[in-house]
């Protein structure tokens, strides 16, 4: 359930904290339970907090998003999902920009997103790129999603993200 969003929210993103781990399961909940998101434990992100960020709206955490390694050059978006009743107010855009600065601090130069919300990430500086690129990917993911035989995502991506020319 959505709460009404307060009239003169303030919204920051910072690292994940493992005390927002209930509230982030809670705000990824009903897009996994729609085939949006992939489903993560508890367990999942007390073991990997150190690549999530939240967006916090006060004590209320309104919105996650990790950047997943596979390569010295290469990473993921992944677990991004805004609380519904804060979507469409930058929100999103804020955690990827993050999440982008952070791949740029680590000397990542490439990061892609499987998305059924391409015009999403074109909105944030991503373009389409072409899911073969991505083979990690496929072999680890696809086998836990539900999707795994009617995959409909799309891949983006955005490239020279160390050079911080993402920014505007
Ligand atoms: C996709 C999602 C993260 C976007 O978050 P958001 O906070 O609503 O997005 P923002 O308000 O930051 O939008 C940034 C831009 O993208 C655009 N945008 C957002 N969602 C869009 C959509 N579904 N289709 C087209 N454009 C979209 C906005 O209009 C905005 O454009 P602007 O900057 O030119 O005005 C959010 O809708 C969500 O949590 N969806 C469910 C989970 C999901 O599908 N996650 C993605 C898995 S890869």
Redesign the pocket.
Known sequence: MSLPVPSRAVITVRRARQADIPQMLRVMEP?VARG??LPRTAADLAREIERYVVAADGDRVV?TGALKPYSPDLAEIIA???DAA?????????IVERLLRIAGELGIGEVF?????P??FY??GFTLADKARFPQKVWFDCNRCPRQHCCDEIAVHIINVASGSFLA
């Open positions: 897009f949006d998101l919105g991004l999902a805004v804060y979507q469409g107010q930058g929100v999103g855009r804020m997103a499987l998305t059924r919300r015009d999403f909105r944030v």
